[in-house]
C-alpha cells in the first residue's frame, strides 16, 4: 500500500512537538552535528586520505542526496565545485524563499522544526569550512523568520553555534535575511544580489556560477531549506542506510505539496519514486481523489514553471529489463512514478515537487491566464524577452479572457514563449514560457475555440473589438 | 527635521548591521524594520538608511521601489493580502477579494493595494504566499488565514472596524 514515509517531517505533526530546543533535545536533536564533529579522517583503499569534512562531504556525494529547491541538482557535486583554493571566505546561504506557486513544504519545517534546519546547515557548513552562513526567508513568512531566531540563539547558547562549536574548534554564525515578495530572489544569484542589499537582478552564467563567484564574489554555496535537512539525516544513517530510501538515482524522501482540485490537499513526505502521480492524487492516504462527480483534466507536477500533463497522456520511459536492457516502455499518466527522472522523461519535471490538480469543470484558459498573470508580475525586468513577452503573454491571456480573443491567439502566444526560452539571463524565462507552451500545446482546441466563440460574437454585430486593458498592477 | 529613529531601534539596527562583512546588505532588514515602525518607508527614512550604510540615497530608493513588500505610503490599520494565485484562484480567492473590496467600497477590479479613506483597511491581491493546501489563504497583518472563506472574510472586517 503506498503511504507517506516521514524522515524530514518524523516529529514535526506529533501532538505536543515544539519549535523549542527542549523538545528538539528530547528528539535526538543535535546527535548528527556532534556525530559530524566527530569525524575521523579516513584513508581509502586506493590510499587517498580524506580529512573529517572531506568524509562528509563524500557520504553527501555519495547519497545521492538531489537538490530540493527546483533543478534536481546533485547536492554532493554542487558542493565539489566550490572553489576551496582562492583564499576568500566560503559563503552558505539557505534558500528558504519558497515561493514557486503550489509549494508549502520549506513552511512546515520553518515553522515545526527551525532546529532540524539549523542542524543541517551547521553540518553542512563545517563540511564545507563555512564560517558564515545566511537563511534568506521570503518577506511573507514574518512568524518563522522570528521563530528562526530565537532557535539560533538557543543554539548560540548551547554552544552548537558560534565560537568553538562544541569544542571542535569551529565557529560558524547564521543569520537571518528576510525578503520582501519577490519572486526572483528564490533564483540563487537574484537571491545573493538580494542579500547584498540590491535590486534582486538575477547575474549570468557563466561567470558568475556561485560555487566561485557568489556572495560578495566569494565561493557561496546555496541549498534548499529541505536538502539541507537531508545532510543531518546523511550523517545519522550513513549514504549507504540513506539511499536504500527512495529509488536509484532518485534517493531518499521528498515532501510534496499537493494543492487544486482534490478531496485531501496537504503536504506528503514519500519514498521518492516508491508512490505514484496518481495515487498521490487518488489514493486515501495522500489526495483521496477528485471532488465529487468530477474528473482529472490537467496536472501541473512540479510547480507553476513545470510543464501541464494532460489527463489520459502516456509516456515512453526507460527502464531497465529483467535481462538488464534499457527497454522503452509505455507508462499511462497515473502511473508515473514521483520522482526526478520519471517527470524528466515524461517531457516535464518534478521541480518544487508542487502538485496542482485541475478537475473538468475548469478551463485551461482561465488557468494559464491566471499563471501567467504571475509571471508578468514577478519577471525582474533585465532581460527584454522576459520582461517585455511575459507581459505581452499575460496581455493577450487577459484579453482571451475577457471576450476580446482572437482564433490566432493560441498561435500568437506560443510565438511569444517560443522567443523567451533561451534567451534570457535566468531561468525564470523558461519558466515564464513553459506553462504557456504546454498549456496551448495540450489543449490547443480549447484556446482556439474559446478565440473563434469571441470573433463570431463580434461578427454577428456584437460589440466591436476593443483592446481590452490588462489588470492594473 | 520631525523625523527620528528612537534610541533602542537604532541600537537594534546597528546590530543587526553587524551580521553582514559588508553593510549595504542590512537596508532590506533596515527597511523592514523602518516600515514596521513608521508603518512605511518615508524619503526621509531612505536617507536615513543610506547614511547609515554608507550609500546614496537611491541605492536605497531602488529597493524600496523593486520589493513589493515595502510601501512609500502609509498603510491601512488592517492589511489583508489575498492570494491570487492559481490554487487559491481555484478555491475562490477571486470572488474573497471582491468581497473584501465592494464591503469596503474599493475598487474590486484593481489589483493594487488600496487603502480606505479612514486608513483602517488596505485589500490588495498578492502571490502565491505558499500555503496552498489550504486554499483561498488571506494574510491579515502577519496572521495567515486558511481556507479563508466569506464567514472568515466578514470576521477579520467586523475586527478591523473596532
Ligand atoms: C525563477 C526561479 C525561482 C526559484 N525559486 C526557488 C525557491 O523559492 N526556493 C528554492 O529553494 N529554490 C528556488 N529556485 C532554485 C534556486 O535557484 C536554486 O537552484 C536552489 O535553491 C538550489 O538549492 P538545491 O540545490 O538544494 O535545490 C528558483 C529558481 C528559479 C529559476
Ligand atoms: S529572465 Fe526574467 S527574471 Fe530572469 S534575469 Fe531576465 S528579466 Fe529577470
Ligand atoms: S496559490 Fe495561494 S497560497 Fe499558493
Known sequence: MPQEFRLILKNADLPGYAPDMECYLRHGGYEALKK????????????????????????????GLRGRGGAGFSAGLKWSFVDRRSGKPIYLI?????????????????????HQLIEGMVISCWANDCKLAYIYIRGEMPKAAKLLNVALKEARDKGFLGKNILGSGFDCEIHVHRGAGAYICGEETGLIESLEGKRAYPRIKPPYFPAVLGLYMCPTIVNNVETLCHVKHIVTMGS???AKLGTPNNTG????????????????EIEVGKVTLGELINHENFGQGLKDGRSLKAIIPGGSSSKVLKAGEVFKLNRKGADGQMTKVDVPLLDLPYDFDS??????????SAIIVMDDSRSMVEALANLSEFYAHESCGQCTPCREGALWMAKGLHRLTHGEGRKQDADYLQHIAQNIQGRTICAFGEAAAWPVLSFVKKFREEFEARGAADEAKHASGGAPMKMAASPKH | MSFSVPANLEAELDELATHYPVKRSASLMFLHALQEHFGHV???????TASKLGLQPINVQEILTFYPMFRQEPLGKTHVKVCRTLSCALAGSGGLRAHFCEKLG???????????????????FVECLADCGNAPVVM???????????????????????
Open chain 2, 140 to 162: 491579515v497583518n502577519e496572521e495567515l488565514v486558511a481556507k479563508a472563506g466569506m464567514t472568515e472574510a466578514d470576521a477579520i472586517l467586523e475586527k478591523g472596524k473596532r
Open chain 1, 36 to 63: 559530524a564533529v566527530a569525524t575521523a579522517p579516513r584513508e581509502l583503499p586506493d590510499g587517498k586520505k580524506q580529512t573529517s569534512q572531506e568524509v562528509i562531504r563524500d557520504e553527501v556525494l555519495k547519497s
Open chain 2, 42 to 48: 518615508s524619503k526621509d527614512a531612505v536617507v536615513w
Open chain 1, 94 to 114: 539557505c534558500n528558504a524563499d519558497e515561493s514557486e506557486p503550489g509549494t508549502f513544504k520549506d513552511r512546515q519545517i520553518l515553522h515545526k522544526d527551525p
Open chain 1, 343 to 352: 517527470l524528466q522523461q515524461a517531457g516535464t519535471m518534478s521541480g518544487s
Open chain 1, 240 to 242: 549507504a542506510e540513506y
Open chain 1, 253 to 268: 524522501t521528498r515532501i510534496v505539496s499537493l494543492s487544486g482540485d482534490v478531496k485531501r490537499p496537504g503536504y506528503y
Open chain 2, 106 to 124: 474599493l475598487d474590486s477590479h484593481a489589483h493594487v493595494a488600496q487603502t480606505t479613506p479612514d486608513g483602517k483597511f488596505t485589500v490588495e
